[in-house]
T-cell receptor, first 118, second 113 residues
């Protein structure tokens, strides 16, 4: 079972360069998320999507854009990379079943993309 | 805004029970409280979630009081392979139309022989 696959696993960019991180899931999940994880700051939500063709801002969206053209893929773009965006980026997906109106279903994570911006 | 607080680190020995508590206020009333485990160079992995009272699965138990202002993850008889960082996750009561998930900063558990 592939689960959630992130590509690339590592990348080094120069300030001002652009790039796209790809996330693919094979579990037919509706929800997908992009996080960044920095030492001492835990996981912070960048953007998320509740379904194909929809995206929404999370806690730290500035400097990033996302697209969800296909249900199984969620792309994270950096238009003009900055050193402050050096981080480990995680993608996750979750189902949307409702249990008596409760949300926040378990998320399945990829193994991360380690991005360094010089 | 919702806020979570959990111990930065804990030490234990093989075979002991470990309890990790996360304090959280102003959390969404319709969200589960969820705990994840993370090993180095891997993404977080779901352990357990609950809404109120006690939930138990094959790896852990989760205790949530009626006021939902805290939750305690209980790991019975830990082994060396339980050495990891443990995170609590809640939803923010003030998220409005945008989803806001509040992750704890993680508790680094070290299990010693």
């Amino acid at each position: 079972n592939a689960g959630v696959t992130q590509t690339p696993k590592f990348r080094v960019l120069k300030t001002g360069q652009s790039m796209t991180l790809l996330c693919a899931q094979d579990m037919n999940h509706e929800y997908m998320y992009w996080y960044r994880q920095d030492p001492g700051m835990g996981l912070r939500l960048i953007h998320y999507s509740v379904g194909e063709g929809t995206t929404a801002k999370g806690e730290v969206p500035d400097g990033y854009n996302v697209s969800r053209l296909k249900k199984q893929n969620f792309l994270l773009g950096l238009e003009s990379a900055a050193p402050s965006q050096t981080s480990v980026y995680f993608c996750a997906s979750s189902p949307t079943y409702r249990d008596r109106g409760k949300s926040n279903q378990p998320q399945h994570f990829g193994d991360g993309t380690r991005l360094s911006i010089l | 805004l919702a806020k979570t607080t959990q111990p930065i680190s804990m030490d234990s020995y093989e075979g002991q029970e470990v309890n990790i508590t996360c304090s959280h206020n102003n959390i969404a009333t319709n969200d589960y409280i969820t705990w994840y485990q993370q090993f180095p160079s891997q993404g977080p992995r779901f352990i357990i979630q609950g809404y109120k009272t006690k939930v138990t699965n094959e790896v852990a138990s989760l205790f949530i009081p009626a006021d939902r202002k805290s939750s305690t993850l209980s790991l019975p008889r830990v082994s060396l392979s339980d050495t990891a960082v443990y995170y609590c996750l809640v939803g923010d009561i003030n998220a409005g139309n945008n989803r806001k998930l509040i992750w704890g900063l993680g508790t680094s558990l070290a299990v010693n022989p």
